[in-house]
């Protein structure tokens, strides 16, 4: 099992022409993803060749879909261009969003994400983010598809070099799904829905968080966790030694006061039971010993 991707997703990438989005699918075909194809309306009718597969490109979203039966698109289109992008795939009823550019306004992400909200049809994953991957299955984004294998554990981090972290710390017990839901103030996916899914998942045993300075998003998670979530899970937060009042790499990564300090996370992720870890280590050490008692 798993969550949001399968085995049997088939993707089409919006901006699969670009280098990023052409370096990524060829990645996600190595993966075992179904690529099925692309969209770029300005190559619509030519092919991409990745190996021995041969790719169609579409004018639209809609045309893909038709055509190929797709049920996720990752957009690898650039920010300025990127709401338009992720627009046509809700106008579309593409199920699975999974959006990796980053430094999209959040302007822009604010209306693709209330967008999506009333159309009721799409999830968004991201953006800004390293996609979601469900190991030996399929990927839908850039994160290394040979860190880990398939195994008990799920995962969801704000950071994608945290999340590769961790997968390779835990390479030997496996995850079940990992989802980075991208650091940027607002995101289609956040901490409480991938907790929600990977607690409905009855091959998930263990769920680990991990979160980041600036926002309530832990706050909310951990409140979640306690009236929620029945399975174990521990938790990191990225930002202990931040400067108050800095922009720390991801947009949504800035403290002001005591609000949004990796410490006030920490406390409240703590009283809903959650074992946190001061570094990734010995967070992944924690989750060792969560599965040894399993």
């Excluded at 040979?146 to 195994?151: A, D, K, N, R």
């Excluded at 790499?249 to 959650?274: D, M, N, P, R, Y």
Aim: glycine share 12%; net charge negative; with cysteine.
């Amino acid at each position: 099992m798993s969550i949001f991707l399968t085995k049997d997703s088939r993707v089409i990438v919006q901006g699969i022409t670009g280098g990023e989005g052409s370096k990524h699918t060829a990645l996600m075909l190595k993966s075992g993803t179904q690529v099925v194809g692309g969209v770029n309306a300005r190559k619509a009718g030519t092919t991409v060749e990745h190996g021995d597969v041969t790719l169609p490109v579409f004018g639209t979203v809609s045309e893909a879909m038709k055509q190929t039966g797709a049920d996720v698109s990752v957009v690898f289109v650039p920010p300025a261009f990127a709401k338009d992008a992720v627009m046509e795939a809700i106008d579309a009823k593409m199920p699975l969003i999974v959006v990796i550019t980053e430094g999209i306004p959040v302007q822009d992400t604010a209306e693709f994400w209330a967008y999506a909200l009333t159309a009721g049809t799409s999830r968004i994953i991201g953006p800004n983010c390293p996609g979601i991957i469900t190991p030996g299955e399929a990927l839908a984004g850039i994160t290394p598809a040979t860190i880990t294998g398939s195994g008990p554990i799920g995962l969801v981090s704000k950071s994608g070099t945290l999340t590769y972290q961790m997968m390779f710390e835990l390479r030997d017990i496996g995850f079940s799904t990992a989802i980075g839901i991208g650091g940027d103030p607002i995101v289609g996916t956040t901490h409480i829905d991938a907790l929600a899914a990977f607690e409905a998942d009855p091959d998930t045993k263990a769920i680990v968080m991990i979160g980041e300075i600036g926002g309530d998003a832990e706050e909310r998670a951990a409140d979640f966790i306690r009236a929620s979530i029945t399975k174990p899970v521990v938790g990191y937060v990225a930002g202990f030694t931040a400067p108050e009042g800095k922009t720390m790499g991801h947009a949504g990564a800035i403290v002001s006061g005591s609000s949004g300090t990796a410490q006030a996370k920490k406390e409240a992720l703590e009283a809903a039971g959650v074992r946190v870890g001061k570094t990734p280590s010995e967070t992944a050490q924690l989750m060792r010993e969560v599965i040894a008692a399993l």
